[in-house]
């Protein structure tokens, strides 16, 4: 008996299956080796993918955003239901986080606006609306709705077998990571936004439309936090409450990021990907999560700063 990733299972659950084909030595390494991988692969996407709208939102633009999980579900039950409809499943999800978008820039204008200079009352805003829609989304929708399943099957490396979904997830944090890198440091855009976020009133005076930029760039983040639930829509059991299995993940990784989370994300996902993978196969889901955030507890008080600090400091 071998152990083995079940297709389309929810991260970290594992089932047996027998075989009888026998390997030779490289390649069982090779499988143990592929194995380890998947399942940092798969840790790295969840938090590339949870943390991607809360860095632009939370890490450049400051704004505590303790909505960030509902967006994320509203990218999730959009997706479900357009599915339901017939719609297909990857044109389903680039429609979910559109509309996610859209509700971001709405709620930018509506709420946000008012407390760029107050992140308290920005916490405090962002959180009554989170329980505003968990709580209308549980009266509305119901406890919980009809999901759709994993799709794309899967494929074997020796004595394992993994979700196919799952490498598509990484391939998508990857791009996702590139995305954001190429819009805010090599577009005409980004660099608006970015001396916006420094300083809004010189930005101002320079000629920016700095409240367009900020509904633009807040519509940016809430549409990747919906492209996220899109995308683990197909893995995941959708409940009203669903975003909170991604926000202490999300918060976590853009902190250790740094100021500057255009480096710093990337970096901090790897670390914390290695540290939780690490766990998770050694001492299983529960000592992964305790074992992450006591990581992260120490990243803090030896870099304050965060990753991105290092990165600075050596391109000087």
Same mark, same amino acid.
Request: net charge positive; with cysteine.
């Given at each position: 008996?071998?152990?083995?990733?079940?297709?389309?299972?929810?991260?970290?659950?594992?089932?047996?299956?027998?075989?009888?084909?026998?390997?030779?030595?490289?390649?069982?390494?090779?499988?143990?080796?592929?194995?380890?991988?998947?399942?940092?692969?798969?840790?790295?996407?969840? &938090?590339? +993918? #949870?943390?991607?709208?809360? =860095? !632009?939102?939370? $890490?450049?633009? *400051? %704004?505590?955003?303790?909505?960030?999980?509902?967006?994320?579900?509203?990218?999730?039950?959009?997706?479900?239901?357009?599915?339901?409809?017939?719609?297909? &499943?990857? +044109? #389903?999800?680039?429609?979910? =986080? !559109?509309?996610? $978008?859209?509700? *971001? %820039?709405?709620?930018?204008?509506?709420?946000?606006?008012?407390?760029?200079?107050?992140?308290?009352?920005?916490?405090?805003?962002?959180?009554?609306?989170? &329980?505003?829609?968990?709580?209308?989304?549980?009266? !509305?929708?119901?406890?919980?709705?009809?999901?759709?399943?994993?799709?794309?099957?899967?494929?074997?490396?020796?004595?394992?077998?993994?979700?196919?979904?799952?490498?598509?997830?990484?391939?998508?944090?990857?791009?996702?990571?590139?995305?954001?890198? !190429?819009?805010?440091?090599?577009?005409?855009?980004?660099?608006?936004?970015?001396?916006?976020?420094?300083?809004?009133?010189?930005?101002?005076?320079?000629?920016?439309?700095?409240?367009?930029?900020?509904?633009?760039?807040?519509?940016?983040?809430?549409?990747?936090?919906?492209?996220?639930?899109?995308?683990?829509?197909?893995?995941?059991?959708?409940?009203?409450?669903?975003?909170?299995?991604?926000?202490?993940?999300?918060?976590?990784?853009?902190?250790?990021?740094?100021?500057?989370?255009?480096?710093?994300?990337?970096?901090?996902?790897?670390?914390?990907?290695?540290?939780?993978?690490?766990?998770?196969?050694?001492?299983?889901?529960?000592?992964?999560?305790?074992?992450?955030?006591?990581?992260?507890?120490?990243?803090?008080?030896?870099?304050?700063?965060?990753?991105?600090?290092?990165?600075?400091?050596?391109?000087?």
């Amino acid at each position: 008996m071998v152990t083995a990733r079940r297709t389309g299972a929810p991260r970290g659950q594992w089932v047996q299956r027998a075989s009888c084909i026998r390997l030779r030595p490289e390649g069982l390494v090779f499988a143990e080796l592929f194995s380890r991988f998947y399942q940092f692969a798969d840790v790295f996407s969840f &938090l590339i +993918l #949870a943390s991607a709208g809360l =860095a !632009i939102v939370f $890490g450049m633009m *400051g %704004v505590i955003n303790m909505a960030h999980g509902e967006f994320i579900m509203c990218g999730a039950y959009v997706t479900v239901g357009l599915v339901n409809l017939g719609v297909p &499943l990857p +044109l #389903a999800q680039i429609m979910a =986080a !559109i509309m996610a $978008g859209l509700i *971001g %820039v709405v709620v930018e204008v509506l709420i946000v606006r008012r407390f760029y200079r107050r992140p308290l009352d920005s916490l405090l805003a962002t959180w009554g609306l989170s &329980l505003i829609v968990t709580q209308g989304t549980l009266l !509305i929708v119901g406890s919980s709705i009809r999901g759709i399943g994993t799709p794309e099957g899967s494929f074997a490396v020796g004595y394992y077998t993994f979700s196919t979904y799952r490498m598509i997830l990484f391939a998508c944090a990857l791009a996702v990571l590139s995305g954001i890198y !190429i819009l805010f440091m090599r577009t005409r855009f980004g660099v608006i936004a970015r001396a916006t976020m420094q300083n809004a009133g010189m930005a101002q005076a320079l000629g920016a439309r700095t409240g367009r930029i900020y509904a633009v760039s807040f519509g940016i983040g809430a549409g990747l936090a919906g492209l996220c639930g899109a995308l683990y829509a197909p893995t995941m059991t959708l409940i009203p409450t669903m975003g909170a299995t991604f926000i202490v993940e999300s918060f976590v990784t853009v902190v250790i990021g740094g100021a500057n989370v255009l480096l710093g994300t990337a970096p901090a996902a790897v670390f914390l990907g290695l540290v939780r993978m690490t766990l998770n196969a050694g001492y299983g889901q529960i000592i992964g999560q305790i074992g992450m955030l006591f990581a992260v507890i120490l990243i803090i008080r030896i870099l304050p700063e965060g990753f991105s600090s290092i990165l600075v400091r050596r391109g000087r």
